[in-house]
């Protein structure tokens, strides 16, 4: 990259707007009076797929591609992303990370133990290679706003902290390019990521939950990203997907363990265990307890 041009990557995974955003940041920068060149890569983006965007601009781009060590800001909008494109970053460089966590299929080594191959949030991953780091927690404050699906407008404020461009530039592009209907929620959004908090290092995740009924529904919450499959596919509406994006079980004892919603799950964030073993209908024991009717 010559030495007049600037450098940024978007990163995150599918259905969390990062080429949203993308389009925002450029058409800030083109309202700044910048030549700007922009790509994605979207790949199984509705499938919970990694998706990124390079952005460069200056006085004359010829190339959107960041190359390696040279980006001037990365903004991350999950945790794993950020691990996977630090390298991007240069030495002084910048790395706004949410503390998001969406764990791929692929890193789930035994879904019916809940272990995992995804890596623990450390800052430290970040911090040794000389950047100036931020943590941020964009969904707890895109949630108190309203709408847990503005938190891509958080990030965006963060990263107009560390881009020398105005802010009525940035909020003109949101109002132009964001959803009919959401541009207050994403204007606030903004403004609050500008001088949003840093976010402390999350505690280890608790173990799943569980809910009584015929079947087992395990949920592992930090596992899911509100995607909605699984409530649309129940043929007993035992699940729905709260206003926080959250996942919840609305009617367990309806569940009749056809496993759909295990099945079609991108991320391996629900489980349905063998209904309980009973001598006749009505009576629920504990697994491997058969009730005696001798008497």
């Not at 949920?219 to 649309?232: A, F, H, L, V, Y």
Request: charge should be negative; glycine fraction near 8%.
């Amino acid at each position: 990259m010559s030495d007049n041009t600037s450098g940024l990557v978007l990163a995150g995974v599918g259905g969390q707007g990062v080429v949203m955003a993308s389009m925002i940041v450029a058409d800030a920068l083109v309202r700044a009076g910048h030549d700007v060149k922009q790509s994605e890569v979207h790949g199984m983006a509705q499938r919970g797929g990694s998706v990124f965007s390079h952005i460069r601009w200056g006085p004359q781009v010829d190339s959107p591609l960041v190359p390696v060590g040279t980006a001037s800001v990365l903004a991350s909008f999950e945790w794993a992303e950020a691990i996977r494109w630090v390298p991007y970053v240069r030495v002084g460089g910048v790395v706004i990370a949410d503390v998001r966590t969406i764990v791929p299929p692929g890193a789930c080594a035994d879904r019916r133990s809940w272990t995992t191959r995804y890596p623990e949030i450390d800052p430290s991953l970040l911090l040794d290679r000389r950047l100036k780091a931020r943590l941020i927690d964009a969904a707890a404050t895109a949630t108190a706003l309203g709408n847990v699906r503005a938190a891509n407008s958080v990030i965006l404020g963060s990263v107009a902290a560390f881009v020398d461009v105005e802010q009525s530039h940035w909020e003109a592009s949101i109002e132009r390019l964001v959803p009919r209907g959401t541009v207050d929620v994403n204007l606030a959004a903004f403004r609050a990521g500008l001088e949003v908090a840093e976010a402390p290092t999350p505690a280890p995740a608790p173990e799943h939950r569980g809910f009584s009924g015929p079947h087992q529904i395990d949920i592992r919450q930090e596992w899911c990203k509100g995607c909605d499959i699984c409530s649309r596919v129940c043929p007993e509406y035992c699940l729905e997907v709260g206003s926080d994006a959250s996942l919840n079980v609305s009617n367990p004892d309806a569940c009749t363990g056809c496993r759909l919603c295990e099945l079609l799950c991108p991320d391996f964030a629900i489980s349905i265990s063998a209904p309980r073993q009973t001598a006749h209908v009505g009576a629920f024991n504990e697994p491997g307890e058969i009730e005696d009717e001798s008497d």
